[in-house]
């Protein structure tokens, strides 16, 4: 390999260390290895000792920390794959990645490595590529060094000097176009003194995705550059698609265990509001550098930028990861989920201790009669409850059954003179506590809708479906607590 091809900084050196040389009578510096040396040694830079190849790793996983502590020279070898892949269930579209992933494997070195950088491209790919490491000093990032034709392979060296946590890309030309495709990862530079000891780290990229279709639309996608003009994505995901990282593809925490996510933002156009609900992030190494703020809850990441985010797990449960640009969140796919597992912690969060009838003064009903002993309730009068019931009938079922019960045609079924309701409590109420869905008729007319579980306790659904069988023509039953905690 040439000296001019490998590092061209060098070069500058070496031609004023010869004339100054030169000019001073001294000795030219000798070997390469040895050039290489005083170079580094003039600059401040760590002198290199052995080298190692990378261990790379595929999302959500994050290759070890790094224990050493001298500077070493880390062969990277990353070869870029064109594939075809699910972008949502029943969606494929055509994937360009680093190393066959999106996003691509994660890179990890330490302050002062040298990194001696292999891109190769599939010889099956159809498309030229190159990386521009955001963690590179030099023109385009490496990308000036790195323009590869499928079947080709090229090689570069840069130092790491500068710790933080760097996006990748492919910057070849549509640049924009190559991105929209996934071609972007990840690079740690670990501080020399290395980053304070966690109990799990995971990568997460966020991107978008423009299609020919809609969201969801089954079958394969094209790429749609007029959406991607616009900056309209139907996609917005976490780690290359729709559900990466939900149900069994989780990331998983124990309680008490300190967790670092290192997130980056790959755009290609939208802004991220990073937040993972019901966390509060301890410490944020904003845009991915060394400047720390506390107690976060959400943090902005511009594209092409990354944060580090750590917290401590001390509540049990699922934890939804977002970009709280809401309709991103729960219409385009940006959700990913953590399963925190283990102990309940009761001082953190006691979950719902109860759930009562609030009446406001003035309104029609004043007091809930009795209190909120066993006894007490027990000697409810069906007159109360259908009083009571009332008041839960307009909050919450009203909505769609309507206030005189008609319900509203081929919509929401009739309460009122239901033949479905009379005669059958039990049936009555299971609707009301589990839902209902599927094909049901309602004095000779069919629906066909979702109704979805009502959140009541068995005290309100006792007095609002006492309320609905006492009024409308209907069979006047009285519905009581322990009938329905015996249908739930
Ligand atoms: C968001 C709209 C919605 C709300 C709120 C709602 N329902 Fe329903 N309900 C429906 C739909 C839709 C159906 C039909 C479901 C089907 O066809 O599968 C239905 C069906 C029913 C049925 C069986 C069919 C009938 O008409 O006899 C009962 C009983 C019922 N609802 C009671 C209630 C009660 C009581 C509440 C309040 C606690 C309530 N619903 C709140 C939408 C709603």
Request: with cysteine; aromatic share 10%.
């Given at each position: 390999m040439s000296v001019q091809r490998q590092f061209t900084p060098l070069l500058t050196f070496l031609v004023i260390a010869l004339g100054a040389a030169l000019f001073t009578g001294c000795e030219a510096p000798g070997s390469e290895a040895e050039t290489k040396k005083d170079y580094l040694a003039a600059k401040n830079y760590d002198v290199i000792q052995g080298e190692e190849e990378a261990v790379l790793t595929e999302p959500p996983m994050v290759p070890p920390p790094i224990d050493r502590d001298y500077a070493t020279k880390v062969i990277v070898r990353l070869e870029t794959l064109e594939k075809e892949m699910e972008l949502a269930d029943g969606v494929k579209f055509d994937y360009w990645t680093f190393g066959g992933t999106v996003p691509g494997k994660f890179i990890r070195v330490r302050e002062g490595d040298l990194v001696e950088f292999h891109l190769m491209n599939n010889p099956e790919n159809k498309m030229p590529h190159n990386i521009d490491i955001h963690a590179v000093t030099g023109p385009g990032g490496g990308a000036a060094s790195s323009f590869t034709a499928p079947g080709h392979e090229s090689i570069f060296e840069f130092t790491a000097l500068n710790p933080g946590l760097y996006m990748y890309y492919c910057a070849t030309s549509p640049v924009g176009m190559h991105v929209s495709h996934g071609m972007y990862g990840m690079m740690l530079v670990e501080p020399k003194e290395g980053l304070p000891e966690v109990d799990r780290?995971?990568?997460?990229?966020?991107?978008?995705?423009?299609?020919?279709?809609?969201?969801?639309?089954?079958?394969?996608?094209?790429?749609?550059?007029?959406?991607?003009?616009?900056?309209?994505?139907?996609?917005?995901?976490?780690?290359?698609?729709?559900?990466?990282?939900?149900?069994?593809?989780?990331?998983?925490?124990?309680?008490?265990?300190?967790?670092?996510?290192?997130?980056?933002?790959?755009?290609?156009?939208?802004?991220?509001?990073?937040?993972?609900?019901?966390?509060?992030?301890?410490?944020?190494?904003?845009?991915?550098?060394?400047?720390?703020?506390?107690?976060?809850?959400?943090?902005?990441?511009?594209?092409?930028?990354?944060?580090?985010?750590?917290?401590?797990?001390?509540?049990?449960?699922?934890?939804?990861?977002?970009?709280?640009?809401?309709?991103?969140?729960?219409?385009?796919?940006?959700?990913?989920?953590?399963?925190?597992?283990?102990?309940?912690?009761?001082?953190?969060?006691?979950?719902?201790?109860?759930?009562?009838?609030?009446?406001?003064?003035?309104?029609?009903?004043?007091?809930?009669?009795?209190?909120?002993?066993?006894?007490?309730?027990?000697?409810?009068?069906?007159?109360?409850?259908?009083?009571?019931?009332?008041?839960?009938?307009?909050?919450?079922?009203?909505?769609?059954?309507?206030?005189?019960?008609?319900?509203?045609?081929?919509?929401?079924?009739?309460?009122?003179?239901?033949?479905?309701?009379?005669g059958n409590v039990n049936q009555t109420i299971a609707a009301v506590v589990k839902g209902l869905q599927g094909q049901i008729t309602v004095n000779g007319e069919t629906y066909n809708g979702v109704m979805p579980a009502q959140n009541l306790s068995d005290e309100e659904v006792a007095n609002v479906l006492t309320y609905v069988y006492n009024n409308w023509g209907n069979d006047g039953s009285l519905v009581t607590p322990s009938q329905v905690a015996s249908v739930r």
């Open positions: 780290e995971y990568y997460v990229v966020q991107s978008e995705f423009y299609t020919k279709g809609e969201f969801g639309d089954q079958g394969m996608q094209k790429f749609d550059m007029a959406k991607a003009l616009n900056e309209n994505p139907d996609y917005v995901v976490f780690n290359g698609a729709v559900d990466a990282l939900t149900g069994d593809k989780a990331l998983e925490a124990e309680v008490g265990e300190k967790v670092r996510i290192f997130f980056g933002n790959a755009g290609p156009s939208k802004t991220s509001s990073f937040r993972i609900v019901g966390e509060i992030f301890d410490n944020v190494y904003q845009e991915g550098g060394v400047a720390t703020n506390h107690n976060v809850a959400t943090t902005l990441v511009p594209v092409g930028g990354a944060t580090i985010v750590e917290f401590t797990t001390d509540v049990p449960g699922s934890y939804k990861m977002i970009d709280q640009s809401f309709f991103r969140a729960f219409n385009k796919g940006a959700m990913a989920e953590m399963q925190v597992g283990g102990e309940e912690n009761l001082l953190a969060y006691s979950g719902k201790s109860d759930d009562r009838i609030y009446l406001p003064e003035g309104s029609a009903v004043q007091e809930m009669p009795g209190g909120e002993g066993e006894e007490q309730i027990a000697t409810v009068s069906k007159e109360e409850r259908i009083q009571l019931g009332q008041t839960i009938y307009t909050q919450v079922c009203q909505a769609c059954h309507q206030a005189d019960g008609n319900g509203i045609p081929g919509a929401f079924p009739p309460l009122a003179e239901s033949d479905w309701i009379n």
